[in-house]
């Protein structure tokens, strides 16, 4: 009984950490839409910039 438990704890140590996926894809749609959302501004104020210069 005593080699099941001393076992139990071995394949605890060993055991690979489970990367967590939807914190990682949830911080890459992050920051692409960021970088959509301040391209999209920018490119909409030198518009409007260019209409108003004439």
């Known amino acids: 009984m005593k080699d099941a438990l001393i076992f139990d704890d071995i394949c605890k140590i060993i055991a690979q ?3 967590d996926w939807r914190r990682l894809a949830f911080a ?3 920051d692409f839409g960021g970088k959509l959302a301040t391209g999209l501004a920018m490119g909409i104020g030198i518009a409007v910039g260019m209409g108003l210069a004439g």
């Open 17 to 19: 950490p489970r990367s």
């Open 28 to 30: 890459i749609a992050l």
